[in-house]
C-alpha cells in the first residue's frame, strides 16, 4: 500500500509541476472564454457598410415612419423614381425602397421593391420585412375595426403540467428540459475525461516500458502496486484539473466581464429581440430553471455522478494500462488495440445521448445496468430519478466488473511490460492472462 | 535447510523456470557466499536474465526453491536486493535528485535516510551538483553512475549487476569496480553477470557457468582454472638454447621470440625441467605454469554443450 502510495505521489507531482499542465489548466478557461466571446462576436456582427436608403411610398403606407437601424439609414422622398435613380446613379444613395400602395386590405401577401444592383443581407432583409408587416397588420386592424387589445387576448399559451400520480414529487414542464441538457453535459464530460486521462495512463506506461526503467521498478515493488499507484495519480490529476477549471470558470467569467465589458447585455440577447410579453415569459422561464436546478436532488445526483466516474475511470484506464505494457516504441500498434477498448466508450456516449430523449427506453435501462457502457448512460438518467432498483443493479455490477477488469489488466501488465520485441496482438493478450507469475 | 545457509547469502535449489514452450532455467542450483563477488556466466539466451528475474521476485520459479539469508524469499526481499538491469532506464525528464529519492523509497527508505544515504554518494561520486539536472541533459557515463547509485542507496546485502560495465569509458569503470570492492568490504554479496571474462577472472571467487538453463561449471575462479589446466609452461630467456637440451618428457609447443612453451602431462612435476634449463646456461628470465583463461573455459564448454 505504501509503495502504491508512492507511485502514486509521484505520478501527480511530475504532472502537475509540469509546465504543460500548468498552463493548459490556467489557460484553457481562459481559452474557452475567448472562444466564446469570438464566436458571439461573429454571431452578432451583419453587414458593416453603411448604408443609405431611399423610401419611396406614396401611398404613405409606413406613415413616414421608419426606424433606421445599425448601418442602414431610410429617409423618406416623393421625388419620383427617375429621380431617385439619378441619385444612386451618383453614389448619393445605396439603394430604393418602392412601396406600391395597398389595395385589397385583406390580401394576404404584399410586394415590395428594392431597387439596387447590390442585394441586402439577410438580417437588413428581415428587418425590412417585419418592419413593413407590422405597419401593414396596424393599417388591417384599423380597416377592420379591430381594437389590438381584443386581437391580443385570442393568443393563448398552452403548457402542460406534469403530476405524478403514485411518487409524491413536484415536477413541471421545464423538468424534463433541464434534466436532458444536465444529462447530455455530464455524460458527454464523463466521456472526455475518461478518453483524455485513460489515454494519459497508457502513454505513461508505455514511457516506463520504452526507457527500460520498468525492471528497476518491478524489481522494487509488484507490477500491480505499480499499476494502480499510476491509475491512481492519473485520476487525481484529473480531478485537480476538474477541480480548478470549476473554481476558475466564473472567476475569469467574472473578471473578464468586468475587465472587458463582455456582460449579457452586451451579448446579443434573445430576451431584447422578443416582444415584452414573450421575454416575460421567458424570463419566468429562466427563474423556473434555476428552481428546477435548484430543487434537484443533489445529494443524490452528485456522490453517484462521481461513484460512476470513478469506477469508469479505473475499468477504463486500467484497460489502457494493460494496452500500454503491450505496445512498445510503435505507437500505432497501440492504435489498432485501443480501438476495441473505446467502442464501448463511444457506443455509450450515443446511448447517453438517447437516453437523454428517452431516459426510460428499454435501451437506456438496460445499458445503464450493463458495466463499462453503465460509467455513462446511468449518470445520463440520474436527474430524471431512475428506480431505486436500478441503480443498486448497476452500482453493485460496476463494481464487480471493474474490479475483474482491473485485475484482468493487471495480468495482462506484468507480462506485457517485460515484452520486447514480439508483436501484441489480441490472442497473444488473451494467453498472457494465464501465464504464471 | 542444513546449518551453512546463513553463510550463504543466496542460494538456489533445483530451480526451475519453463516459459510458454522452452525451459528457460532447467534445475539450477548453486550458493552465493556471504561477502563474494559471485560471477553469473553464460551466452546469450543462456538463462541468465530468467535466473535474475526469479531471484529478484519479479518472477517466481516454477519449481525449487530460493533462499536469500537463509529465508525463502518473500515480499520483503526486494528491499534487501539492488539490482542494476543490462538495459538500464531512467526516467528522462525527472531531475537526479527526485529520481534517486523516489527509487530509494520504492526500496523502503524513509525520505529522511534517503536523502542522507543519496547525499553521501553523491558526493562520493562527487556530482552533488547534478541534483537539479535531469538525467536527459547528462552523459551515458554519467547517467550509468546515478543508476548505480539508485541500485546500491539501500544497502542492500545482495547487489546483482549486469553488464555493470559496460558503456563505461575506463575511468569510470575503474570507479565502479573500486565501489564493488568497497562494497564487498562492507559485507555487500554481489552477482555479477556478464560475457567480459577478463573482468570475472579479475574480480569474481566463484562463478557458475550456464547454457540453455543448465549449469555447466559451478566453483571457484582458481579450481576451476586449475582444473582446466593443460600443464603448460612458459619460459622467457636470453641468449640461445643448446640444441642437445633435454626437456624432460615435455614436449615443445613453441619456441618464439625467446619463449619456449613445453606441455606436460598430468601429474609431471616442472622439476626436472627446470634444473635442466638452468643447466644449459642460459640467462632465465621468467618461468610460469600457463593456466587457461576463463574465455578459453568458457567457449570450450559451451561449445561442447552445444553440440
Known amino acids: ?437 | 535447510m542444513n546449518n551453512e545457509k546463513p553463510m550463504n547469502v543466496l542460494s538456489l535449489q533445483n530451480v526451475v523456470k519453463t516459459y510458454a514452450n522452452h525451459r528457460a532455467v532447467n534445475d539450477v542450483s548453486f550458493d552465493v557466499k556471504k561477502g563474494t563477488i559471485f560471477g553469473l556466466l553464460g551466452p546469450n539466451g543462456a538463462g541468465k536474465t530468467s535466473l535474475i528475474r526469479i531471484i529478484t521476485t519479479i518472477t517466481a520459479a516454477d519449481s525449487g526453491q530460493v533462499y536469500l539469508n537463509g529465508q525463502p524469499l518473500n515480499r520483503l526481499h526486494p528491499n534487501d536486493i539492488g539490482y542494476m538491469p543490462e538495459e538500464r532506464g531512467l526516467y528522462k525528464k525527472m531531475k537526479v535528485g527526485e529520481q534517486l529519492l523516489y527509487l530509494a523509497q520504492l526500496k523502503g527508505l524513509s525520505s529522511k535516510d534517503a536523502k542522507v544515504k543519496l547525499r553521501h554518494w553523491l558526493e562520493k561520486f562527487e556530482i552533488l551538483n547534478w541534483w537539479d539536472k535531469k538525467i536527459s541533459d547528462l552523459s551515458k557515463g554519467m547517467s550509468q553512475k546515478v543508476q548505480f547509485i539508485a541500485t546500491v542507496v539501500h544497502d542492500p546485502s545482495l547487489i546483482i549487476l549486469d553488464e555493470p560495465f559496460s558503456g563505461l569509458d575506463p575511468i569510470n569503470a575503474n570507479l565502479i569496480k573500486d565501489e564493488i570492492f568497497q562494497l564487498k568490504e562492507k559485507g555487500a554479496s554481489i552477482l555479477f553477470s556478464t560475457h567480459r571474462m577478463e573482468q570475472v577472472e579479475e574480480i569474481c571467487e566463484d562463478i557458475v557457468l550456464i547454457n540453455h538453463g543448465k549449469i555447466l561449471l559451478y566453483g571457484g575462479v582458481a579450481n576451476i582454472k586449475n582444473e582446466f589446466k593443460e600443464h603448460k609452461f612458459s619460459v622467457k630467456y636470453e641468449g640461445s638454447l643448446p640444441e642437445s637440451l633435454n626437456f624432460g618428457g615435455y614436449e615443445i609447443v613453441s619456441n618464439h621470440a625467446n619463449e619456449l612453451i613445453f606441455k606436460g602431462q598430468s601429474g609431471q612435476t616442472s622439476i626436472q625441467l627446470l634444473k635442466n634449463l638452468l643447466d644449459s646456461n642460459v640467462n632465465i628470465m621468467s618461468f610460469n605454469e600457463i593456466l587457461p583463461s576463463l574465455n578459453e573455459i568458457f567457449i570450450k564448454k559451451v561449445e561442447t554443450s552445444n553440440e
Open chain 1, 1 to 437: 500500500m505504501n509503495k502504491i502510495w508512492l507511485v502514486t505521489q509521484r505520478e501527480y507531482l511530475t504532472r502537475v509541476t509540469n509546465k504543460t499542465f500548468i498552463l493548459t489548466t490556467l489557460l484553457a478557461p481562459l481559452g474557452i472564454l475567448v472562444f466564446m466571446a469570438a464566436v458571439v462576436l461573429v454571431m452578432s456582427t451583419g453587414s458593416d457598410k453603411a448604408k443609405i436608403i431611399n423610401v419611396y411610398d406614396p401611398s404613405g403606407l409606413l406613415q413616414n415612419e421608419f426606424k433606421s437601424r445599425d448601418n442602414l439609414t431610410f429617409k423618406f422622398s416623393n421625388e419620383s423614381m427617375d429621380a431617385q435613380k439619378v441619385l444612386y446613379k451618383e453614389k448619393k444613395i445605396n439603394g430604393i425602397l418602392e412601396l406600391p400602395p395597398l389595395t385589397d386590405s385583406l390580401a394576404k401577401s404584399y410586394v415590395y421593391k428594392y431597387h439596387s444592383d447590390d442585394q441586402l443581407a439577410m438580417d437588413e432583409n428581415f428587418a425590412i420585412e417585419s418592419a413593413i408587416g407590422k405597419k401593414i397588420r396596424d393599417f388591417k386592424l384599423k380597416k377592420l375595426n379591430i381594437d389590438a387589445k381584443t386581437l391580443e387576448n385570442l393568443d393563448t399559451d398552452v403548457q402542460a403540467e406534469p403530476v405524478t400520480i403514485l411518487e409524491d414529487k413536484k415536477i413541471s414542464s421545464i423538468t424534463t428540459i433541464v434534466s436532458s441538457a444536465l444529462g447530455g453535459i455530464v455524460g458527454y464530460a464523463m466521456f472526455f475525461i475518461i478518453l483524455f486521462y485513460g489515454m494519459q495512463v497508457m502513454r505513461s506506461v508505455m514511457e516506463e516500458k520504452i526507457n527500460r526503467i520498468i525492471e528497476v521498478l518491478i524489481s522494487s515493488l509488484k507490477p500491480f502496486e505499480l499499476m494502480m499507484g499510476k491509475v491512481l495519480g492519473v485520476g487525481l490529476v484529473g480531478l485537480t484539473q476538474i477541480g480548478i477549471w470549476l473554481i476558475l470558470m466564473p472567476i475569469i467569467y467574472f473578471i473578464g466581464a468586468a475587465l472587458f465589458g463582455i456582460n449579457t447585455e452586451a451579448m446579443p440577447n434573445p430576451v431584447n429581440d422578443m416582444n415584452p410579453e414573450v421575454a416575460l415569459t421567458f424570463q419566468s422561464k429562466a427563474s423556473q430553471i434555476f428552481l428546477e436546478l435548484r430543487s434537484m436532488n443533489w445529494w443524490f445526483i452528485l456522490p453517484l455522478t462521481l461513484f460512476y466516474f470513478l469506477a469508469g475511470y479505473f475499468a477504463y484506464s486500467a484497460l489502457f494500462a494493460a494496452i500500454g505494457s503491450a505496445v512498445g516504441e510503435d505507437i500505432n500498434d497501440a492504435n489498432s488495440l485501443t480501438f476495441p477498448i473505446m467502442m464501448p466508450l463511444i457506443f455509450s456516449i450515443y446511448i447517453g445521448f438517447s437516453a437523454v430523449n428517452a431516459p426510460d427506453s428499454s435501451l437506456a435501462v438496460w445499458s445503464s445496468m450493463i458495466p463499462l457502457l453503465s460509467s455513462i448512460v446511468m449518470p445520463v438518467r440520474l436527474p430524471f430519478d431512475p428506480p431505486w432498483w436500478q441503480i443498486g443493479i448497476s452500482v453493485v455490477s460496476l463494481i464487480i466488473f471493474t474490479i475483474f477488469l482491473v485485475w484482468l489488466a493487471a495480468r495482462i501488465y506484468r507480462v506485457g511490460i517485460l515484452m520486447y520485441g514480439k508483436k501484441a496482438t489480441f490472442k497473444e493478450l488473451s494467453k498472457w492472462i494465464f501465464y504464471k507469475d
